[in-house]
Nanobody
């Protein structure tokens, strides 16, 4: 059974940091490219960050570039999103996503709220 389980979300003040984790199981994690998406209330889901299978290739949305870092540990079947200098506009549900050819998997999401 394929599972992607996110953790690490919560409430943080503007300027603070959080690290999200996404643990995969039931599939060959190291063969999948991984992404983080987010969806704020009333908005469409947007791609935040992408990482290649071996972690050597990454890309980011302009809105998070320089503040967020995506990484992965294939030995632990886990992808991370380090979020620094958080802003209220970063408030959203963050989703983990895995892709290999035509196989796509989503996590259930974790809420991140940036507020004073």
């Amino acid at each position: 059974q394929v599972q992607l389980v996110e953790s690490g979300g919560g409430l943080v003040q503007p300027g603070g940091s959080l690290r999200l984790s996404c643990a995969g199981s039931g599939f060959t994690f190291s063969s999948y490219t991984m992404r983080w998406y987010r969806q704020a209330p009333g908005k469409e889901r947007e791609l935040v960050a992408h990482i290649g299978t071996n972690g050597g290739s990454t890309s980011y949305a302009d809105s998070v570039k320089g503040r967020f870092t995506i990484s992965r540990d294939n030995a632990k079947n886990t992808v991370y999103l380090q979020m620094n200098s958080l802003k209220p506009d970063d408030t959203a549900v963050y989703y983990c996503f895995a892709r290999y050819w035509h196989y796509d998997y989503w996590g259930q999401g974790t809420q991140v709220t940036v507020s004073s």
